[in-house]
């Protein structure tokens, strides 16, 4: 038996998905009174997005985790106006949102070399100042990282969420026969004949109680915040994570990843969703898959088989039920054309909402 507790702390620690920072901008230099000078300005501070950069290694390089801008110069007889500090930079991976410590947004960076000032240098001295410079800003930020995929798997551990895209993209994820294989967020890319690409972000499995911080919690779910669509993973054969713990069928493993995403953010459960029902190789899978189509034909017939307080306040409908084996490949090719139909649905479906909106602002413009 492998003990989960120990292999989740000591993988999980190498991976930093968020990162509290002190930054300050420089302070201005002082005037010259005498002479009426300038000082310099002091360097802001600003936060830069650069590709294949993680937090981990802004953690391990500045181990202080401080950054402040350059203090501008004093203004003197040689120079009467002081120089401005430099700005000081801090190199950070594609896709974070930037907080303050209590939780105001700052900026998103989505794209390499996107720039964000998280704190002003102070003013260098001037007549207007009586000559006397200004701090910089300081303050703590916090540099949260959400990955941004078209598609994010939401499953129980062993599910088979990593096999599946393993056996659907060029991703090469950690497969292993114990709970709790992947610790970290992954995302591959789907290509298609014609070009079209689709991210799938592979993330770590979800348990009864993930919402009281079970298993790895449900903190990763924020991942699939800003995802499309959803993909439920399930094994056919349903789920038991130690010889304590409940077997969940299939079909209770579905409604209780649904309760498991309304206790995290109602809004996740409005996402359209597909649901994939895997290992369909094992012996009994058609039986048990049958059973689960009937099942979630009428999923409220069946609900006692939850715990009263796991049941979810609106069962999800699938737009698509797909039996697949990621072993042997079965049903791979279906479920990527399922995918692609699905978000091309989805699109279709985004666009045609903003024309509605539009011609409905245009209808009110004319009546006004
Ligand atoms: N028989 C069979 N076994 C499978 C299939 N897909 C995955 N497995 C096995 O199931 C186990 C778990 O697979 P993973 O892909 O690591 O599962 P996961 O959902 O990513 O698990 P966590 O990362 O722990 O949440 C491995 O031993 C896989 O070889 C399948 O289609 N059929
Ligand atoms: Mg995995």
Not at 14 to 33: Q, T
Not at 166 to 187: C, D, G, H, R, W
Not at 197 to 217: C, F, R, T, W, Y
Not at 298 to 317: C, G, R, V
Request: net charge positive.
């Amino acid at each position: 038996m492998v003990n989960f507790s120990r292999i989740c702390l000591r993988k999980y620690g190498n991976f930093v998905d968020n990162l509290r920072l002190y930054v300050r901008g420089g302070s201005g230099g002082m005037g010259l009174p005498r002479l009426g000078g300038k000082g310099g300005n002091g360097g802001d501070v600003w936060v830069v997005a650069t590709k294949n950069l993680t937090l981990k290694m802004i953690k391990d390089r500045y181990p202080q985790k401080r950054f402040v801008g350059e203090a501008g110069s004093n203004s003197s007889v040689r120079a009467l106006k002081g120089e401005n500090g430099k700005d000081k930079e801090v190199f950070a991976p594609v896709g974070i949102t930037v907080t303050t410590d209590n939780g105001r947004i700052i900026g998103d960076l989505n794209a390499d070399g996107d720039r964000l000032l998280v704190a002003k240098g102070g003013s260098g001295g001037t007549s207007y100042s009586g000559f006397e410079p200004s701090k910089g800003q300081a303050k703590q930020i916090r540099l949260d990282l959400k990955l941004i995929a078209d598609l994010g798997l939401v499953g129980f551990p062993n599910a088979g969420k990593s096999s599946l895209l393993t056996a659907l993209s060029n991703a090469t994820p950690e497969v292993a026969s114990y709970a709790f294989t992947t610790l970290k967020p992954q995302i591959g890319k789907l290509m298609y004949g014609d070009y079209k690409q689709i991210s799938v972000a592979d993330l770590p499995g979800l348990i009864e109680g993930a919402h009281m911080n079970k298993g790895m919690g449900h903190k990763f779910l924020k991942h699939v915040e800003r995802t499309k669509q959803l993909m439920f993973v399930v094994d056919v054969c349903g789920f038991q994570l130690a010889s304590k713990t409940e077997f969940r069928s299939a079909f209770e493993a579905v409604q209780l990843l649904t309760k498991e995403l309304e206790l995290y953010k109602q809004e996740l459960v409005s996402k359209p969703a597909l649901l994939v029902v895997n290992k369909m190789d094992l012996p009994d899978a058609e039986d048990r898959l049958t059973e689960l189509q009937e099942q979630l034909q009428n999923p409220e017939e069946f609900s006692d088989l939850l715990p009263a307080d796991m049941i979810p306040k609106n069962y999800l409908t699938f737009r698509h039920v797909i039996p697949v084996s990621a072993t042997t490949g079965f049903g791979i090719d279906h479920l990527k054309s399922c995918i692609r139909q699905s978000l091309d649905e989805g699109a279709a479906e985004e666009s045609e909402a903003a024309h509605q909106e539009k011609l409905q602002a245009l209808r009110h413009q004319q009546h006004l």
